[in-house]
Each structure stands twice: as structure tokens, then as C-alpha cells.
């Protein structure tokens, strides 16, 4: 009898951590995707380059990404606006509000990623993290593209 008991004390228990393991969730994990993140090698001699990604948000809420650290490189999110003239101009992107089930794609003439510091012998992938508010950054890397 005090074998059972016993036994049913240990079953208890490993639901019991089973239960609440299965309700703590890594944050962001599922929340958003990025795909196609990749920076393109800089010309011989220039110290900038740009980037492209595409940022889903997969999760039932709104949220609101700060941008990027690549440390030790510089990493901005940048825009390409238009003018009522017809006059385009790039500017740095601080934040912007990415809505449930929305993806936002970092294209040539778009958002893009501008990177300073990245050398045109670079070859390995880079690894950054993409700033949220209120919420952990999420890990992801950039590929090294050459160009052409």
C-alpha cells in the first residue's frame, strides 16, 4: 500500500511539472518570422552596405519593433519616402508598428537595412538581434551576399 502511494505521489508530481512547463512559452518565439534577411558584401573599399528581410508577425497581437543590434556593426532600419513633387528621400527608420498577421517585406526602393563596419571579405553569417518593445529581443542572423 505504501508503495502505491508513493508511486501515485510520483505520477503526481510529474503532471503536476508537466502542467506548468507546458504553460510557460518562450517569448517571441512563435510570434514572428523572419525570413530572407540576408546583407549584401560592400563594394571594395566602402565601409556600408545595405540589407533585406521580411518581418511576419504571426501572433494575434500588435508590436512594435526599435530596430537592430549587430554589434560591433552599425545596423539601422532605414525608408524611402516620396514627396507630393515626385522627390524620393531616404531616411532612418526609429520604429513602426508591425500589425497581427501582417508581414513587412525590406526591399531595393523600400525599407531596407543600411549596416556600417562590414568588410567586403566577410563571409560567415551575422548574428543580431531584432529590438522589440516590451518584449525580448529575438535572435536571427544575416546572410552575406555578394553582389551580382
Not at 566602402?46 to 512594435?64: H, L, P, Q
Not at 556593426?73 to 497581427?100: A, C, Q, R, W, Y
Request: aromatic letters at 6%.
Amino acid at each position: 500500500m505504501a508503495k502505491n502511494k508513493n508511486n501515485f505521489a510520483r505520477l503526481s508530481v510529474t503532471i503536476c511539472i508537466a502542467l506548468i512547463l507546458t504553460q510557460c512559452t518562450v517569448e517571441n518565439t512563435e510570434q514572428l518570422k523572419i525570413t530572407n534577411s540576408f546583407l549584401y558584401k560592400p563594394f571594395s573599399g566602402a565601409m556600408m552596405t545595405a540589407g533585406y528581410m521580411n518581418i511576419s508577425n504571426v501572433s494575434d497581437e500588435s508590436v512594435v519593433i526599435n530596430g537592430l543590434d549587430c554589434s560591433p556593426l552599425i545596423v539601422e532600419m532605414h525608408d524611402v519616402t516620396t514627396n507630393s513633387d515626385g522627390v524620393m528621400k531616404m531616411g532612418k527608420l526609429s520604429s513602426f508598428i508591425l500589425s497581427p498577421n501582417e508581414t513587412i517585406n525590406f526591399e531595393p526602393g523600400g525599407k531596407h537595412i543600411m549596416a556600417w563596419g562590414l568588410t567586403d571579405n566577410q563571409s560567415e553569417d551575422l548574428s543580431c538581434k531584432l529590438l522589440l518593445q516590451d518584449k525580448k529581443p529575438i535572435d536571427f542572423k544575416f546572410s552575406i551576399k555578394s553582389r551580382g
